[in-house]
């Protein structure tokens, strides 16, 4: 095991063997093994925005198994779906790649302004898989978010006895917050540390921007000077607002983009300090050799192999 790894999983000593050596398998697999960096296969799109919009771009992607398939052969880290498409391949596909099962989801059907998903799924499922972690969505910002967090609370408890990491997806959102203060920096940050707090051993949030959207928080900015104006600088203090870094913290893809535009941001996330991407649609909505092509440049940055 490299010295890199056992200073992450150092930062977990609150934890058992179980779940420190799940966190091990995900650092451990794939082109990135060893490295401290992940990229992470998530496909849950299909519940959050319909099967058309996330699979009619390249068809394949409505069969589970393309999903594990591409994982697999990329290289990634891990892969992440809900219980129905991990239910599709995980015998077939079992001990091939780390699998994260997606405990809630939301639709966009009644897509209202203040989120509650639903949960979807079980640590027994989990468990039942044979995945590594469990993941689940908090919605920072929203009327629910009291009601999201003890769901969190419960199911982190649960997971964590059973010897599975925990991730947790931060999304800031709600009826208060501007459709711009989703992705602020103040508040990425903000719901970053509220992942920490809650227990969350990987932490997914979105690419900050520059736009503070709290006034109180806008004065501490502005007044102690925080570096927030390149891209590396905001994951920078993303990642210190958790826990100093003592927290594996990845960021999201979003929506398919330009590959030059994603490499750069990997390489903002590198030179950063972030752990790493979780890349769906960008990966998964196009064929598979130029998708296994894409993840491996994304890799390359991320190892250092490609400047």
């Given at each position: 095991m490299s010295q890199r790894v056992r200073d992450i999983l150092s930062w977990y000593a609150a934890d058992s063997a179980g779940t420190r050596t799940n966190l091990a398998r995900m650092l451990?697999?794939?082109?990135?093994?060893?490295?401290?960096?992940?990229?992470?296969?998530?496909?849950?799109?299909?519940?959050?925005h319909g099967?058309?919009?996330?699979?009619?771009?390249?068809?394949?992607?409505?069969?589970?198994?393309y999903h594990f398939q591409l994982a697999i052969e990329a290289g990634c880290n891990a892969y992440a779906a809900p219980l129905g498409f991990l239910e599709a391949g995980a015998a077939e596909y079992a001990g091939q790649v780390p699998l994260i099962l997606k405990l809630n989801n939301h639709d966009v059907l009644h897509d209202e302004k203040d989120p509650l998903p639903s949960v979807t799924g079980s640590v027994r499922d989990a468990m039942?898989?044979?995945?590594?972690?469990?993941?689940?969505?908090i919605y920072p910002g929203s009327a629910h978010c009291h009601a999201i967090y003890e769901q969190l609370r419960a199911i982190a408890e649960e997971a964590k006895a059973c010897g599975l990491a925990v991730v947790v997806?931060?999304?800031?959102?709600?009826?208060?917050?501007?459709?711009?203060?989703?992705?602020?920096?103040?508040?990425?940050?903000?719901?970053?540390?509220?992942?920490?707090?809650?227990?969350?051993?990987?932490?997914?949030?979105?690419l900050p921007t520059a736009h503070l959207e709290q006034a109180a928080a806008k004065k501490v900015y502005e007044g102690q000077q925080i570096p927030i104006k390149t891209l590396a600088e905001r994951v920078r203090h993303v990642v210190q607002s958790s826990f100093d870094g003592?927290?594996?913290?990845?960021?999201?893809?979003?929506?398919?983009?330009?590959?030059?535009?994603?490499?750069?941001?990997?390489?903002?996330?590198?030179?950063?300090g972030g752990f790493g991407s979780i890349i769906g649609r960008n990966s998964f909505q196009r064929p598979k050799a130029e998708a296994i092509t894409f993840l491996k440049t994304v890799m390359g940055i991320y190892s250092g192999e490609i400047s």
């Open positions: 451990n697999h794939g082109v990135l093994a060893g490295t401290g960096r992940l990229v992470i296969l998530p496909v849950d799109q299909g519940f959050e099967p058309a919009r996330s699979f009619a771009p390249n068809p394949a992607g409505y069969d589970p198994r039942r898989l044979g995945c590594v972690a469990v993941g689940f969505t997806w931060s999304y800031p959102r709600g009826a208060e917050l501007s459709k711009e203060g989703e992705t602020a920096i103040d508040v990425v940050a903000y719901a970053a540390q509220i992942a920490a707090q809650m227990g969350a051993h990987l932490i997914k949030v979105k003592r927290r594996v913290v990845i960021f999201s893809g979003g929506a398919k983009s330009e590959d030059t535009n994603v490499y750069e941001e990997a390489r903002a996330i590198r030179d950063g």
